[in-house]
């Protein structure tokens, strides 16, 4: 019974140690994370955009056609990302069913939106800065800068 218990043990330690070395591999029919937060990413801008489509005189865009559009939209991105739907659908899934991993993509998501944020923003800056060379300056434009020591609290000073 003894040498039963240990192969069984050893069998048992060998899985698991073969479990937790692919701890953050997905499996290789499913899209990587990478992948995944791009697509993802991609079909969230679009439904934010689909909110943004006025017909003619600003009247709304009733629902219906909204989510008309959107799904074409995904269908554009998917194409674009060179994926099927069933591919998408299963991988999608596969994250539903590990939130851990889920949590990954869009943290991965998130971390785009930042950079692409602030190239943006940097972009803004650039354009401001070459339009009015001043409007980083840190002071008010009726600011007097002298290149003298304080004066405001002159006792403040080291005599030499």
Do not use: W
């Amino acid at each position: 019974m003894t040498d039963i218990r240990k192969i069984i043990l050893t069998g048992v330690l060998i899985l698991g140690a073969a479990a937790c070395g692919q701890g953050d591999k997905v499996p290789d029919n499913v899209l990587s994370k990478e992948k995944m937060s791009a697509i993802l990413l991609d079909m969230n801008l679009a439904d934010a955009y689909s909110y943004d489509i006025t017909p003619m005189r600003g009247m709304p865009v009733p629902d219906s056609i909204r989510q008309l559009k959107v799904k074409e939209y995904y269908r554009q991105i998917l194409d674009l990302h060179h994926i099927s739907v069933k591919d998408f659908m299963s991988s999608y899934r596969y994250y539903e069913a590990h939130a851990n991993r889920l949590k990954e993509v869009y943290d991965m998501m998130q971390a785009e939106i930042t950079r692409q944020k602030n190239v943006a923003e940097g972009e803004e800056r650039r354009q401001r800065y070459a339009e009015d060379p001043g409007a980083f300056f840190p002071y008010p434009k009726n600011t007097v800068i002298s290149k003298k020591q304080d004066t405001i609290f002159p006792f403040l000073k080291r005599k030499h």
